[in-house]
């Protein structure tokens, strides 16, 4: 309904409104007597500290593949819905209307995680990524892009997953470094940023002509993390054992 320019004026009056309650409603969380001195040692010991716990490094991989995927569809989805299917006008509600996936599940996790706890819930889910993208592969390889209402519905199942997947892995990621959270949760931010970027501009630069290697960079991705979260749990496992 607006030029580009609105996007940023919405972002600027939602941070102002957010910030504002934030401001009103949210304690701090933090007593005084735990605050930490900001010095020039604060990173490199946060870092030394987390690189200790391979639970923390398994789980912030598997963040830097996912949001890696995902920024793949971020960068190739105009291109995908504009000049490979020419629906330029409807790309908006498009790209809205799969946004709407990610909500649902973030707002279902909160009550399904309670039930069956982030670990098998997040494997759960990233089982169904892994699974609707090979599909999808199977379906399609050697095939032209299908109609956008058979893409659309694997898009939607894809992003229905991230949001069992996103807070969880971020959440067992921070749960052996509680003690260092505060810059726990900024260098493992940081490295999975870092992971993803490059994975994104890599897969992203395949898709031309066709909506396959987006698939293909997805299962890659989800197979990458399934692996690690399988072998990160076994190794847990027997470490309890002992």
Not at 1 to 22: E, P
Not at 36 to 45: G, N, V
């Amino acid at each position: 309904m607006a030029n580009w320019q609105a996007i940023f004026y919405v972002q600027l009056i939602l941070t102002v409104l957010v910030g504002i309650w934030f401001w009103k409603r949210q304690a701090e969380t933090l007593h005084p007597e735990y605050k930490i001195p900001l010095t020039a040692h604060l990173f490199t010991d946060g870092l030394k500290e987390l690189i200790r716990y391979k639970e923390t490094m398994a789980f912030t991989m598997i963040s830097g593949l996912i949001t890696g995927a995902f920024l793949v569809y971020l960068s190739a989805s105009q291109h995908i819905f504009e000049d490979q299917y020419g629906l330029k006008d409807a790309f908006p509600y498009i790209f809205a209307g799969l946004a709407t996936s990610i909500g649902l599940s973030t707002l279902l996790n909160g009550t399904l995680v309670l039930r069956f706890g982030m670990r098998k819930l997040s494997l759960m889910a990233l089982s169904a990524f892994c699974f609707v993208s090979i599909l999808y592969v199977v379906l399609f390889w050697n095939a032209s892009n299908p109609s956008v209402y058979v893409l659309v519905g694997f898009l939607s199942a894809q992003f229905f997953c991230l949001g069992f997947m996103w807070g969880n892995f971020r959440s067992i990621a921070m749960e052996p470094i509680g003690h260092i959270a505060g810059i726990g949760a900024a260098i493992t931010g940081f490295i999975s940023t870092l992971l993803s970027i490059p994975i994104a501009t890599f897969i992203g630069s395949f898709v031309q002509d066709s909506v396959l290697p987006l698939f293909i960079g997805l299962a890659l991705c989800g197979l990458g993390s399934l692996a690690i979260f399988i072998g990160t749990k076994k190794s847990f496992q027997m470490a309890i054992t002992r």
